[in-house]
C-alpha cells in the first residue's frame, strides 16, 4: 500500500514537472549524469524540429555540431571527476543542430539538479536567430551610414551639445585642409572667422535650448589661410534614451557662386555706367548746344560790359545788370556741366537717402532742349512731400533719363498728342515715378521681350538700355514695369521702395 502511494505521487509531481517545462517560452531539455534526454519541452520542439518521443533516452550531443557532438560526453565525465564548472553553472552562447541539418546560434545555461537518488542537469536554451539577424543588419546597416558619412562629398560634422567636434567626414579635411583626427575635440565655432563666430556660437546656443535646426551665411578659414564662403546648417539629434544631445553640421562651400555673384555685380555696374555714356553719346549734340546758349550769353554780356568801362561813361547800375547776368548764365552752365560728369563718373554704387523731386528736375534739366527741338513739353505731376528713397542717385537719374528719351523718340514716329506726362506719387511704402508719352505704344511681342538684353525696338538700338535700367531698380529692391496707358502709347513705371527712418 506504501508503495502504491509512493508511486501515484511521483506521477503527480512528474506530470506538474511537465506542465510547467511546456508552459516555458523558452526551450527547456533535461539529462541524466550519463547524457541521456529525460525531458524535452515543447519549445523545444519548436526549435529544434524534433517530437519529444525521437530524443528522450537519447544522448543529448544529438542536439550539438560537430566537433561540440564527440567531446560532449567527456565534459560531463570531467565535471563529475573534478567538480571543475566549465559550462555547469555558466551561460555561455554555443551553436545547436536541428533535426534537418542546419545551425542556430543559442545561449545556454546549464545548471545540476538532483531529487532523490535521481541525478541530472537542466539545460536552458534562448534562440539567438532572430537577436544575431537584427545585430547583422545594425552592423550593415552601421557600416553603410559610416560609409556615407566619410564619402559624402559635403563636409559633415559631428558635434556635442556644447560644440566639440567628435567626428569629421574626408570631405571636411577637403574643404578646410584639416586631417579629421586634428578636428577632433575642437570647437567648431574656432574654425569660422572672427566676425561670424558669434553668429555661430548662437546658433549652437539656440539648439540647446529650443530650435531643432539653423542655418547661417559664414566664412571659414583653412589651414592654408584662405577664406571660404559658406552656408553652414546644423541640426540636432536628441536621443530619448537619455544619451546626450549630438548637433550634425553641414557645411556648403559658396565660394565659386560668391566669386561669380561678385564678377556679375562687377559686370553689371561695367554695364550700368556703359549705358550712362551711351545716353550721354545720343544726348551730346543737345548738351553741347545747351552749354553753349550761355557761354554765347556770357561772352556777349562781358562784351557789353567791356565797351562801357572803355567808354568810359557808363551806370554801375547797368554794370551790375550786366556782372548778375553773367553770373546767371554761368551757373547754368555749370549745371549742366555739373550733371554731365556725375553721369559719367565711374565710382562705387553708394545708397543714400534721395530726394525724388530734387532727382526729377536734375533729369529734366538735361533733356530740356531735346523737347524744345522736338517741339513737345514735359507735363509734370508730382506729389508734394514726396518721402526719400534709398539709392544711387546717379543710377536713377539714368533709368529716368532712358526713359524720357525713349518716350521722345516713339513720339517722334507717330503721336497723338505733343507732351509727356511725368508723374510721382507715395503709395504703401513706395514711390512711384512713371513715363507715360503720346506715342504708338509695343505690340504684344515687343512687350514679352521688352527687357531682354540685345532686344530693341529701334533700326540702331543695342537693345541694352532697358535690360540695364530693370537690373538698376532690381539691385534697388524696386521694380521697372511697363504697360498702355490711355492715350495708347507707353507708359513706364519705377517703383523704388521709401528710405525708413
Known sequence: MEKQVKAKSGRVSGDRLGALLDAAVDPVVLIDAAGRVTAFNRAAEAAFGYKAAEVLGQ????????????????????????RDPHIIGIGREVTALRKDGSTFPIELAVGEFRRGKEHGFAGFLRDLTAQKRQQAQILKTSDELRLIFDNTPTAITITDGEGHILKANLASESLLGYAPAELAGRLHAD?????????????????????????????????????LHTVLRAGIVRDDSGAPPMIICEIVDRSALFQATREVEELRDKLTHA??????GEMVSSIAHEVNQPLTAIANY?????????????????????????????????KVIRGVRSLTRKRDAVREPLDCTALIHEALR?????????????????SPKLPPVLGD???????????????????????????????????EGWVEISVSDCGPGLNADAQARLFEPFFSTKAQGMGLGLSICKSIMAAHGGALEYRHNQRGGAEFLMRLPVASE
Open 302 to 334: 562781358a562784351s557789353a560790359a567791356r565797351r562801357f568801362v572803355l567808354g568810359g561813361a557808363y551806370d554801375p547800375q547797368e554794370l551790375a545788370v550786366l556782372l548778375d547776368k553773367i553770373a546767371t548764365q554761368a551757373e547754368r552752365a555749370g
Open 393 to 427: 542717385g546717379v543710377q536713377i537719374q539714368q533709368v529716368l533719363l532712358n526713359l524720357i528719351r525713349n518716350a521722345i523718340e516713339a513720339m517722334g514716329e507717330a503721336a497723338s498728342g505733343d507732351f509727356v506726362e511725368l508723374k510721382a506719387a507715395a503709395r
Open 366 to 382: 538735361l533733356v530740356d532742349f531735346e523737347f524744345r527741338i522736338k517741339g513737345l513739353r514735359i507735363v509734370l505731376r508730382l
Open 59 to 82: 544522448n543529448v550531443s544529438m542536439l550539438m555540431p560537430a566537433p561540440h557532438r564527440e567531446r560532449h560526453d567527456r565534459y560531463i565525465e570531467r565535471y563529475l571527476a573534478t
Open 191 to 227: 574654425l569660422v572667422l572672427e566676425d561670424d563666430r558669434a553668429a555661430v556660437e548662437e546658433g549652437f546656443a539656440g539648439l540647446r535650448t529650443q530650435a531643432d535646426e539653423f542655418e547661417r551665411e559664414v566664412r571659414y578659414r583653412t589651414r592654408g589661410g584662405r577664406t
Open 275 to 280: 549705358g550712362r555714356i551711351g545716353i550721354l
